[in-house]
């Protein structure tokens, strides 16, 4: 079973940039797509975008464009969840969730969730 | 794209049962697999029902799922009602364009 640990929390001011991260243990991690979901205080789940771990093929929810990037490591079997610039608005827990079945078929059905990693922007 | 509904909260006792739905704004219900999460206060999503109306290991047959095509909308059905029950249920589905979750449910069991 792979459970997946994300990094811990973090307090930024606006305009900072922020890479958080998202490390799978078991077996072969590498071989999952990994999605970053965002819960704003309060709120429901929102897709950012999903990406795999063993090219770094992404997919991208239109809303979040621009705003933030997606990347892994496989070797380091670590998916990353990145902004340049930012904004208050950012503020949120952001979870990672990995796609039940392995390798480079696209299938968003989760299966393992992070324990989430609480980003505070404030000035 | 297309959204998911799902009533805002729900309550009922301990020992019932109740249904949760899940009505897809567009598109056919049954073109992409449901899957059905639960949040407890304080924790991380888990999952109850993925692929429609399968069970992970470990989740109680107590839990289900369905797809109703005529209304289009998938539910969650949670028979004999512990308090442990008492969370955020978000159904959740895809297509080409992306990945939709419904809004949550609140549950709770008085």
């Not at chain 1, 606006?14 to 799978?24: A, Q, T």
């Not at chain 1, 970053?36 to 809303?63: A, C, F, I």
């Not at chain 2, 805002?8 to 073109?31: F, L, M, N, Q, Y």
């Not at chain 2, 407890?40 to 399968?54: A, F, K, L, Q, W």
Request: include cysteine.
């Amino acid at each position: 079973e792979v459970h997946l640990v994300q990094s811990g929390a973090v307090v930024k001011k606006p305009g900072d940039s922020l890479r958080i991260s998202c490390k799978g243990s078991g077996h072969s991690f590498s071989s999952y797509w990994v999605a970053w979901v965002r819960q704003l205080p309060g709120k429901g789940l929102e897709w950012m975008g999903s990406v795999y771990l063993g090219d770094s093929d992404t997919r991208n929810n239109p809303s979040f464009r621009g705003q933030v990037t997606l990347s892994a490591d496989k070797s380091l079997d670590v998916a990353y969840l990145q902004w340049d610039s930012l904004e208050a608005s950012d503020s949120a827990i952001y979870y990672c969730a990995k796609q039940a079945s392995p390798g480079a078929y696209y299938l968003p059905l989760f299966d393992s969730w992070g324990q989430g990693t609480l980003v505070t922007v404030s000035s | 794209n297309f959204m998911l509904s799902q009533p805002h909260s729900v309550s009922e006792s301990p020992g019932k049962t109740i249904t949760i739905s899940c009505t897809r704004s567009s598109g056919t219900v049954a073109d992409n697999y449901v899957q059905w999460y639960q949040q407890r206060p304080g924790g991380s999503p888990t999952t109850v029902i993925y692929e429609d109306n399968e069970r992970p290991s470990g989740v109680p047959d107590r839990f289900s799922g369905s797809i109703d095509v005529s209304s289009n909308s998938a539910s969650l059905t949670i028979s004999g009602l512990m308090t442990e029950d008492e969370a955020d249920y978000y159904c959740q589905s895809f297509d080409a364009r992306g990945v939709v979750f419904g809004g949550g449910t609140k549950l709770t069991v008085l």
